[in-house]
């Protein structure tokens, strides 16, 4: 049979690793309007997630500049990823975060009041202040803290995903990366194990341009990041970070293609991190005014609410309200959290063993009967 003529050979379909996968424009519009509207009930809930996450960063970074927390890591521009993550996944499955996207404790039902108490690390959290701020996490909602060291959390969330796949448990694991961390080699042994053992594991890099400074384009010369996946075996995927429900279509399908046993999912999601990297940074040094004036442009928080807005959804009046009760909410939490103490010096014992063994319980007597230092201005 002879071949078809060059002009007649069907069209290459899009390569869902070069490519930018999205569900609105820029202006909120559906990008195919054929495929139908979006599920409004879900489309709210994003909002109000997204909006909660915007307005809760701004009142904590104002606490850091106040002195009264050490340290805070913001996610304003990258919302999106963290809400439709946590809107992706079912209670049972397991989340291994970096820096930004502790709000997925939040969106899965993680009570505002002890999350913040993890940024005070006093007696109201349930970690026992033994984390930094913004290191945020809690067994109720299946969520593992992370490390400052760059990338350990993927091998963490592979092996909880192999170990899923051992025990014949339909529980997903989602492990998250910066694009700095594919520089890592813990990112690399992780997509190795993950496409090898098919694991159930979507592991998903928020490519903000920037590893603290480091521009993109001096991490990798692939032409994605998403492309990087092709190497280990895994479908991969580059979507549009920055559109909520892009995220959300994206997220869904890879977490079922692991809950129905087909492996892992690497997707990249391009985004941008409109503010600093922590209050301990200064992006003027390293980027300019204008790069970030283009990509406000693109703000998933103002794109989601003209998407609202247009399909009737959203109004002044409802977005004032959204507003008046997250604000509302955040500052009872902080007023609840904050007058709480430090933790008693003697859970420096607890959740060490099981068990404690002896040397431990001697330990703990002879602090408990040792006075406390002086605060600070008390002593002599």
Request: charged content about 25%; some cysteine; proline content about 7%.
């Amino acid at each position: 049979m002879s071949s078809p003529a060059a002009d007649d050979a069907l069209p290459a379909p899009p390569d869902a690793a070069l490519g930018l996968f999205r569900v609105l424009d820029d202006e909120g519009a559906l990008v195919d309007a054929a495929a139908g509207e979006p599920d409004a009930d879900l489309a709210l809930r994003a909002y109000r997630e997204m909006r909660r996450v915007r307005l809760l960063d701004a009142r904590m970074i104002l606490q850091q500049r106040q002195g009264r927390v050490g340290f805070y890591g913001a996610c304003t521009g990258q919302e999106a990823v963290p809400v439709a993550t946590g809107l992706a996944l079912e209670p049972r499955d397991w989340v291994f975060p970096a820096l930004r996207e502790s709000s997925v404790m939040l969106v899965r039902g993680f009570p505002l009041p002890r999350y913040l108490a993890q940024v005070y690390g006093n007696a109201a959290d349930v970690l026992k202040g033994r984390q930094m701020p913004s290191h945020m996490s809690g067994r109720a909602v299946n969520q593992v803290s992370w490390s400052s060291c760059i990338g350990p959390q993927l091998p963490h969330a592979v092996g909880a995903a192999w170990a899923a796949k051992l025990r014949k448990d339909d529980v997903v694991a989602v492990g998250f990366l910066g694009d700095g961390a594919s520089s890592q080699p813990d990112f690399h042994a992780a997509m190795n194990f993950a496409g090898v053992f098919r694991v159930p594991v979507v592991i998903v890099c928020q490519n903000n341009h920037f590893a603290i400074s480091v521009p993109s384009s001096r991490q990798t010369a692939s032409a994605t990041f998403a492309i990087k996946g092709r190497a280990y075996g895994l479908p991969c995927l580059r979507v549009d970070g920055n559109d909520v429900l892009a995220v959300h279509r994206a997220m869904t399908e890879a977490v079922a293609r692991a809950r129905a046993g087909d492996g892992a999912t690497f997707v990249e999601c391009v985004t941008y991190r409109i503010g600093a990297h922590s209050t301990s940074d200064d992006p003027t040094r390293y980027r300019s005014d204008d790069e970030v004036r283009a990509w406000e442009k693109k703000d998933p928080l103002a794109r989601l609410a003209r998407h609202l807005r247009a399909r009737g959804l959203l109004d002044d009046a409802a977005d004032a309200e959204i507003e008046r009760v997250i604000v509302a909410d955040v500052a009872a939490a902080i007023a609840e959290v904050e007058p709480v103490g430090a933790p008693d010096r003697l859970t420096l014992f607890d959740d060490v063993y099981a068990e404690p063994p002896w040397h431990l319980v001697e330990q703990r007597a002879a602090l408990a009967r040792t006075p406390p230092a002086p605060k600070h201005g008390e002593g002599p």
